[in-house]
């Protein structure tokens, strides 16, 4: 294992520590620059982009091509092949043939090299769209003029302009800013837009979240216009800093990877073992030393299954077929099967397990309960209000167009519009939380676009996940404000509203509208009103409380004195099909697990509802996370499967315990910032409607539908495809046992010749077991595949019975050809191509039997026709090669008589018989020891 996997601290990364540009005036920032607002001159950008290198991201070097296809080569089974080519062609040259078979071997040895060099070279794109991300064209102002150039070719210091649709070329202190807006969900995970404003001054302690005075590399610009001063390029950038994690997030190694690797290392090793006890047996007997060297070439050839890359190749790529017809897109041909051996998913609540269709359900309005009806975003319904017990001292009810201004101040701070379409649905354009306020406006027929018209924006506090609230400032228009307060808004023509967390918003409260209009919130009320937001999140609601005040002339001073408005509680469905989903992967012994930014509450009574958690089970904060050492955290992630207010970098941690503990994970994640998180999991998810560029290219996975019940099909599409692999696998080796052992005992018999040339083994290796091997890939699911448990992390691809099947069949497989072997070799008959005939019409026999553990008669035949075709056209190619003179020559074989080709028909299907005997006996024996 190595360090990065057991390390899963989030300790910081070593670079120079900068200025704190937020903390500085603009003056200051360019004084520490040595800039100006003329812009650089030629010789300082020169100089400074050779100290400070080109302003792009150093992302991990990918593997050279040349690297990828030497992995390929000295693939253990292919470096034996390669031995086992050169004897045969030093052997066959010094016979003065043809050495056809080494030309054989080296021409599969090439096919499969190039099959692995394929599907890795394509694998090497996971951070292609990272570096895009980061390279923009830019307007910078050099020797006084402004100029488009190539972000690639800023230095700190450069002055460069942006405006809507731009994207942000490298990290700034913003200089001059226009009613400018970001888009920062890419970097921090917010969804909304971010207002920048350049005048401000902030402590140096300050987030990045809060630094509305900066920018930062890969955000957009989606409102106003500015100007900034480069601060950091390339690595030294927030974004840096990510890509940098995402450099050293191990790419582990597939499950398939690892036990394709241990059976090379098993059958290379027993391969010689076998050899060298074959030669050493045959020599003692006296068998010629050349005759003995041939024996075990062939032995070499038949240990090796040379159409198994292939055939895994293939069914992969069939698995692939299966699940974009499911809604989830694999980028990774190996994922398929590493589904299949998922033990955990983690994933995030929001548009996942959620629909991500916020609809206001009920508002608290002086002291009554007012529910909302409705569907999805239609702005038609009703308000029925139910009274509640009044807080101590306040009078019961609810004040006279109360109810329509806390609506009113929802439309007002927020963002977000109701598009009708050409069908009749509606939809929200913007932050679906925003969105839901509209639509509950528009229920009570207010008129959004009037509103926003008449009480214009001032000034505003953009959202944010430390703040927990976004204020904004409105004017009236008319020279009047019309509303409820009366004397709070005295001569006033501007009124703050903000919106938030209930707790946060509560805190800045001292007065409320009661019963009797605005009196003084008192602490039995404010407890009371806290109380009424806990229980509407503790019902799987989204609250968020409202306040506001009468212009001041400190914001600070205004956002200590609200008036409390009232709240909202937003429901964000579950989406259909999610309980059922979490239900299938406890059945399947999968834990599934929820990791949000939402309120405890919240994330507590969507789990309950979707059944992801059971009573008083405990949800672990995002804060008690950062507390955590590592021990401590592997404790805590063994049995927590809740999570809430997790920052996203906080998913690396998670996932790197997981991992400790020997849990095969799967990622869900969205955003620039989840991609490390993505990267490390065995299987990272992303989104494919709401997720970015970057963590769909650092994934696996990409769901079409963005749905947790995807994931879980696509868990049962790849436990199909290891099913059907160990399937196929059984099949091929209980038949190349078969081969082995026949081949070995010839000489040991005192048989003179070899049974089976590289060539025959090859074609048998390639043909006779490939093409039905590919048809086994195309089994359909059994019952009962996702009520079984997953395959154990790390075990042996021979696991669970496939080991002895293979050993106990090959034996079988051996012994009835061995039979074979001698009595045609007595008789004078052509003993070889009888051997040959036989074993390639038994595995015809036995590739019928491997689709399934019942007897075939409790099988349908026809639920999969590609079998029953394959094991036809292989048997008519055994046929060819035994009457068509050309193949015939080619082969070495000899035409059977009809007695001769009887006989290995009979012995064939005396293998098939023994193969139906042992199920029904074993399926007997199951039977009675469950009575018993």
């Known amino acids: ?40 001159s030629t010789a300082q950008t020169a100089e400074r982009l050779a100290r400070q290198g080109p302003n792009r991201l150093e992302l991990a070097a990918g593997r050279s091509h040349l690297s990828i296809l030497w992995d390929q080569l000295s693939n253990i089974m292919l470096l034996m092949l390669l031995a086992v080519a050169a004897m045969s062609a030093a052997i066959a040259f010094q016979a003065h043939r043809f050495p056809k078979d080494a030309i054989a071997i080296v021409l599969i040895v090439g096919l499969n090299a190039l099959l692995g060099y394929i599907q890795e070279s394509r694998a090497q794109q996971a951070l292609l769209a990272l570096r895009e991300m980061a390279q923009p064209l830019v307007t910078v102002r050099r020797d006084a003029h402004w100029e488009r150039l190539s972000s690639e070719l800023l ?16 990290d700034a202190r913003l200089l001059e800013a ?27 302690s300050t987030p990045v979240l809060e630094r509305q005075n900066c920018l930062f590399q890969g955000t957009e610009v989606v409102r106003g216009r500015g100007t900034a001063v480069v601060t950091a390029t390339g690595m030294d950038t927030e974004l840096g800093q990510i890509a940098q994690l995402i450099n050293t997030a191990g790419g582990e190694s597939t499950p398939l990877q690892e036990r394709l690797d241990g059976l090379a ?65 694999i980028r990774r041909l190996p994922a398929v099967e590493t589904l299949g051996s ?74 977000a519009e109701l598009k009708k379409a050409e069908d009749g649905s509606w939809d929200v ?112 609601l989204r609250v968020l409380a409202f306040g506001c005040a009468p212009h001041h002339s400190s914001p600070e001073q205004a956002l200590d004195h609200l008036v409390l408005l009232g709240l909202m509680a937003q429901l964000d469905p579950p989406r259909p099909g999610v309980a059922v989903a979490v239900a299938r992967c406890r059945e399947a012994g999968i834990r599934p697990v929820m990791i949000t930014g939402d309120h405890p509450l919240t994330a507590r ?66 955003g620039v910032n989840d991609a490390p998180a993505l990267k490390q999991a065995h299987i990272g998810v992303a989104m494919g409607i709401t997720g970015t560029e970057v963590s769909k290219e650092a994934s696996d996975m990409v769901l079409l539908d963005d749905n947790f019940a995807t994931i879980v099909n696509a868990v049962e599409e790849g436990r199909l495809v290891y099913a059907n692999i160990r399937r196929f696998i059984k099949y091929i080796f209980g038949s190349n046992v078969g081969e082995l052992i026949t081949i070995a005992s010839a000489p040991l018999l005192g048989l003179v010749g070899v049974p089976l040339t590289p060539l025959q083994i090859l074609w048998m290796n390639l043909v006779t077991d490939g093409f039905p091997a590919l048809a086994l890939a195309l089994e359909p699911g059994e019952e009962g595949l996702m009520q079984r448990p997953p395959a154990e992390p790390g075990e042996s691809i021979f696991a669970r019975g496939i080991g002895r099947y293979v050993l106990r069949i090959g034996v079988v497989f051996a012994a009835i050809t061995i039979v074979l072997m001698v009595y045609a070799f ?63 020559n080619f082969f070495v074989t000899t035409p059977l008589c009809l007695h001769d080709l009887a006989i290995c028909v009979g012995f064939s299907l005396l293998f098939f018989l023994y193969l139906e005997l042992d199920k029904i006996w074993r399926l007997w024996s199951r039977r009675a020891h469950a009575d018993a």
């Open 178 to 204: 226009a009613e400018l807006g970001l888009r920062e969900a890419a970097l921090t995970g917010e969804a909304e837009a971010v207002f920048k404003k350049a005048d401000l001054l902030l402590e140096a």
């Open 155 to 170: 230095v700190p210091g450069d002055l460069i302009r942006l405006e809507a649709g731009d994207r942000v070329p490298a």
């Open 826 to 888: 007595r008789s004078g008959a052509p003993w070889q191509t009888m051997v040959f005939t036989t074993l390639c019409l038994a595995q015809m026999g036995h590739a019928l039997t491997a689709r399934s553990d019942l007897p075939l008669v409790q099988v349908n035949p026809f639920s999969n026709p590609w079998l029953l075709w394959a094991v036809l056209v292989t048997s008519a190619l055994q046929m060819a090669l035994l009457y068509v003179p050309a193949l015939s």
């Open 605 to 670: 009574a969507i789990g309950q509802a979707i059944g992801l958690l059971d009573g008083e089970a405990e949800v672990v904060l995002g804060r008690e996370l950062e507390q955590f050492n590592d021990a401590r955290l592997q404790e805590v992630v063994s049995r927590c499967t809740v999570y809430a207010r997790v920052p996203p970098e906080q998913k690396l941690r998670i996932v790197k315990a997981l991992q400790a503990n020997g849990q095969v994970v799967a990622m869900t994640g969205d």
């Open 265 to 329: 290392n098993v059958l290379v090793i027993s391969a010689l073992a076998l050899v060298a006890v074959v030669v050493l047996g045959g020599w003692l007997l006296g068998q010629p030393l050349l005759g003995l060297l041939e024996v075990a070439l062939s032995m070499a050839v038949a240990i090796v299954p040379e159409g198994l890359p292939a055939v895994i190749t293939v069914t992969l790529a069939i698995g692939t077929q299966r699940m974009v017809q499911r809604a989830a897109l």
């Open 1 to 40: 294992m190595r360090k990065s996997d057991l390390d899963f601290s989030l300790s910081p990364l070593s670079r120079p520590v900068p200025p704190a540009w937020h903390s500085l005036t603009p003056q200051d920032c360019l004084r520490e620059l040595d800039a100006s607002t003329e812009g650089l």
């Open 429 to 540: 354009l913007g932050d679906p939380t925003e969105g839901a306020l509209v639509v509950a406006a528009g229920k009570a027929q207010l008129d959004v676009f009037a509103l926003r018209s008449r009480y214009r924006r001032t000034a505003e506090i953009p959202f944010s996940s430390e703040r927990q609230l976004m204020a904004v400032w409105v004017e009236d228009s008319e020279g009047t404000l019309q509303h409820p307060l009366g004397e709070v808004a005295s001569a006033s023509h501007t009124l703050l509203i903000t919106k938030g967390a209930p707790e946060v918003i509560l805190r800045s409260c001292d007065r409320w509208i009661g019963g009797n209009g605005v009196t003084a919130l008192n602490a039995s009320q404010r407890h009371w009103w806290l109380e009424q937001a806990r229980g509407l999140a503790a019902s799987g």
């Open 342 to 415: 998922v033990t955990v998913i983690c994933t995030d609540k929001t548009g996942t397990l959620t629909l991500n269709r916020q609809v206001v359900v009920e508002l608290r309005c002086g002291s009554q309960s007012i529910a909302v009806s409705g569907q999805g975003y239609d702005p038609h319904g009703s308000f029925t209000p139910a009274e509640l017990t009044a807080p101590e001292g306040a009078v019961a009810g609810i004040t006279a167009g109360a109810r329509d201004l806390l609506l009113a101040a929802g439309v007002l701070c927020s963002d």
